[in-house]
């Protein structure tokens, strides 16, 4: 099996319309992907309806997350997951710097890499 790239060493890509969120793609296999999104305070990121399941953690930095009318602060190993076909949102990241790892069953809401 390969390995994983270093966070260190990952190629970022902008999110059209979303000014300082970025998104990585570490791989894909499966059907499933796996993706590490960096972004800076005061982001918001809008409500959407996630079109396949996603689960994720918070590798650094925080967030409020929102779910089901459910704002929770989100922290450095702090968990979330969402089914397919349900919304979530908005977010709004809370420091620079946060980033957080997500990984999907299928298609990303930000499908651009």
């Known amino acids: 099996m390969a390995s994983l790239p270093s966070l260190e060493n990952l190629s970022f890509v902008d999110i059209p319309g979303l000014r ?13 992907s796996l993706e590490i999104i960096d972004a800076s305070k005061g982001v918001i990121i809008p409500a959407m309806l996630h079109p396949s399941h996603e689960s994720g953690r918070v590798l650094s930095g925080s967030l409020k997350f929102m779910q089901d009318g459910v704002v929770r602060v989100l922290g450095a190993g702090d968990t979330w997951e969402v089914e397919a076909n349900r919304a979530q949102g908005p977010h709004v990241v809370l420091e620079d710097g946060t980033r957080v790892a997500v990984l999907r069953d299928g298609k990303s809401a930000f499908d651009v890499v």
């Open 20 to 32: 300082g969120l970025r998104v990585a793609r570490l791989g894909q296999r499966d059907g499933k």
